[in-house]
């Protein structure tokens, strides 16, 4: 029988102290070893220097969701081992530099003051000064396994051995903790070489001193901690798999849905997307290749001077023809407003993937939330409906995408993909049938490209959907002002009124053409009398915990809602039913928007709420707290407050 | 005397407290000898060592705060006991380590 392994951990370091190295070389380790990982980057929006930390869950299992207290912390500086003096577990290990025992907390510059104030709490609770010696004391009382590592001295052995300058502190370190760290869990220098090697690839300046910092550590292990036992392999050793954030899903799936056009000013967490679309953005053309004598044709990534000219300029290349998208979060979604609305004046398919961060304003502009929901959803000014549609983990996102450019064009109105922060950095494991480039396949809709003499841009129609003509295929106007069948500015109160009763309609012709399926997904037990509802990343802490709740005896449903408008109204009332049970609305906002929509939408008002305001990712064992409280107490909103 | 292999202190003497130096903007155990021109740490020394000072108009940079200061904010962060020095190393990859948005 396999045994299921469950690994989490949490890698910590100074922002730009090589932390990204080093997460994604533990990853790539336990990938190759066959399991499946999830890994997030938690980092300051400092750039350089304030704590910084990946998180990583390892299964045997489907790796689903972030947990705490984890099995490792590997403190880099004495920052992190402050920090994450209350997420390691009773048996777990903390791994430190034992030159950093003395520093005291309230001397470290990049530690925020609160931070400081609560550690020094603590501490002066203990009789303790708030040193990383005392956190090291706590932690042996708590029944941590603790290591000291004399990084200086190894760094030092790695220099001697290498006979040559470390082309890179900072990995040469991170390589040195990470790799104790995986001696503590199991991972041999077989694979932690064999993660170098895939990170760094061919550049010997960088793979030799960080090989040679991996055996340093593991020597060190050895001599020092005692046997070493390896973990087995897990069940997907040998296969070839691809490791991918939730940015670099959706940018790959902006460029096999046929994006040509996208446009970008730079804001966390959406230009990773536009980036890697710009790495990799040629388009095969296969037939049509002969015809343009050219083998490929790229796609124009254009970083605007602002959010304004982002949105305008997607708009200006979707009337003429191309699939065209921008990619922002909320300070940017806020200034394409008045342009949204344009879109839906003049029915332009222009895509919007949102990236959702923790505000308001600026806020933590590096940090995850849910907060826009509804800002999505009643963007614009002046009756603007428009589709809105918010993915759960890295598949959805993928297929969403092509989605998005799929009932943009169908429809001509704009599309808003909403995705946040979380799903942006995290980094998961998929196999090549996760990601089938043909499952959504192209649908451009009602389209003429060689318009015929009478064109009317805006025809009235029954589905209030008019052919759609690329912007100089022939005399035409795309007008932001109200206007009539051709596109000529109308204040005619009869024009007016068709034009409005016509987006209208197309509304209406959405809501019924989307399948019900696409719109929300049912997991779990049908008949369970606890209900969560949630909708975007907060999905796999959910289906995680729903195991573990199951596990606990407690049945529960989630409702996971898809597209958020045209809202699924009926199927919603439907299953939630005349008597709806507990419903307990799961989301990363104070405001419960997502309660609210149900509540406008179907009348059903939902009474409890499990609420994330930290600006950190939801964890599944938040989620079994907070209906185990919301079972046992009754409580209206349950607050969970995991991460550092 | 070859410079950066002398690996241990002389007389309150090292890589820590020269001019020559810069410490890793993160790791400052090691850094970077500006005249040999590679990686030695701070508790090495040579028969270069010139003793930090902060006597030149020049723009200083404190290891403990991790902050770049003016001569005279040198001057207060020295009294505080921290450690001032000429400048700080940053890795030629750390690029690679921050997150473009």
């Known amino acids: 029988m396999r045994v299921l392994v469950d690994i989490s951990f949490i890698v910590g370091g100074p922002q730009g102290g090589g932390i990204e190295s ?35 869950r390892v299964t045997s299992g489907p790796a689903r969701a972030l947990r705490i207290p984890v099995d490792l912390v590997v403190a880099l500086d004495a920052e992190s081992v402050l920090t994450h003096i209350n997420d390691v577990r009773k048996g777990g290990y903390l791994i430190y530099d034992l030159d950093s025992t003395g520093v005291d907390a309230t001397r470290i ?52 051995t290498l006979g040559t300058p470390i082309a ?48 340093v550590a593991f020597e060190f292990m050895e001599q020092n901690i005692g046997e070493f036992k390896e973990l087995p392999e897990g069940p997907h050793r040998g296969r070839v798999r691809m490791i991918a954030s939730g940015n670099e899903v959706v940018a790959m799936a902006k460029i096999v849905g046929g994006l040509t056009f996208e446009t970008f000013y730079p804001i966390t967490p959406a230009s990773d997307e536009a980036f890697y679309i710009e790495a990799n953005k040629y388009l095969e ?19 605007t001077e602002d959010e304004i000219s982002a949105i305008n300029m997607a708009i200006g290349a979707a009337a003429a023809g ?94 808003v993909h909403l995705l946040d922060k979380y799903l942006a950095s995290t980094i998961t494991v998929l196999d090549e049938w996760d990601l089938d480039p043909h499952k959504v396949g192209i649908s451009r809709g009602l389209r003429v490209e060689s318009p015929p003499e009478g064109y009317m841009r805006y025809k009235i129609s029954d589905s209030g959907i008019s052919a759609f003509a690329p912007l100089g295929s022939a005399t035409m106007i795309f007008s932001s002002l109200e206007h009539d069948e051709h596109g000529f500015a109308s204040e005619d109160p009869v024009d007016r009124e068709a034009m409005v009763e016509k987006r209208l309609r197309k509304f209406e012709t959405i809501a019924k053409s989307i399948p019900e399926e696409e719109k929300l997904a049912l997991h779990g037990d049908p008949s369970a009398k606890v209900t969560l509802v949630s909708f975007g990343s907060t999905k796999q802490a959910i289906l995680s915990a729903m195991e573990e709740l199951e596990r606990d005896g407690v049945r529960v449903r989630f409702l996971q809602l898809r597209v958020l408008s045209p809202f699924p109204s009926k199927t919603v009332t439907d299953i939630l039913g005349d008597d709806p049970g507990i419903v307990i609305s799961v989301e990363a906002n104070s405001t419960g928007q997502l309660a609210f929509l149900i509540r406008a939408h179907t009348g059903i008002e939902v009474k409890h709420l499990i609420q994330k305001l930290n600006a950190r990712p939801l964890y599944d064992v938040e989620v079994v707290y907070g209906v185990k409280r919301i079972l046992s107490e009754g409580a209206r909103r349950v607050v969970v407050s995991g991460g550092a | 005397m070859e410079i950066g292999v002398v690996k241990r202190l002389r ?91």
């Open chain 1, 22 to 56: 080093s997460g994604q070389i533990a990853l790539k380790a336990f990938v190759v070893k066959g399991y499946n990982v999830l890994g997030t980057r938690e980092y300051h929006s400092n750039i350089m220097g304030a704590h910084s930390y990946f998180h990583v």
């Open chain 1, 109 to 160: 510059a990049s530690m925020e003051p609160s931070l400081k104030s609560r550690l020094r709490r603590l501490f002066a609770s203990m009789n303790l000064q708030p040193t990383v010696g005392s956190a090291v004391k706590v932690l042996e009382e708590r029944g941590v396994k603790t290591v000291g590592l004399p990084l200086k001295d190894m760094l030092k052995k790695v220099s001697d």
């Open chain 1, 168 to 215: 890179s502190i900072a990995k040469a370190v991170n390589v040195m903790g990470l790799t104790a760290g995986l001696y503590t869990q199991g991972v041999s220098l077989q694979y932690v070489n064999k993660a170098i090697e895939a990170q760094f690839g061919k550049r010997p300046k960088v793979l030799a001193p960080n090989v040679t910092a991996a055996r």
């Open chain 1, 285 to 303: 053309l296969g037939e049509l290749s002969r015809k343009l004598e050219l083998d490929k044709i790229p796609v124009v990534v254009l970083q």
């Open chain 1, 322 to 415: 191309a699939r065209a998208a921008t990619s922002t979060s909320g300070p940017g979604f806020s200034l394409m407003n008045e342009a949204i609305s344009m879109a839906v004046e003049m029915e332009v398919p222009v895509v919007i993937t949102f990236w959702m961060r923790a505000g308001p304003s600026t806020g933590i502009a590096t940090r995850t939330g849910q907060q826009d929901l509804l800002h999505a959803i009643f963007s614009g000014h002046g009756d603007t409906p428009k589709i809105v549609l918010a993915s759960g983990d890295h598949v959805e996102a993928f297929y969403d995408a092509v989605k998005a450019f799929n009932w943009a064009e169908e429809f001509q109105t704009p599309v």
């Open chain 2, 11 to 101: 007389g309150g003497l090292g890589c820590f407290n020269c001019a020559n130096w810069l410490p890793h903007v993160h790791y400052p155990f090691a850094g970077y000898c500006t005249v040999w021109g590679g990686i030695t740490f701070e508790d090495y020394y040579c028969a270069k060592h010139v003793m930090m000072s902060v006597d030149v108009e020049w723009f200083y940079w404190c290891a403990t705060c991790k902050v770049r200061l003016t001569r005279e904010e040198a001057l207060t962060h020295r009294a505080l006991g921290h450690r001032v020095v000429r400048g700080a190393y940053v890795d030629p990859d750390v690029r690679e380590e921050i997150y473009e948005g």
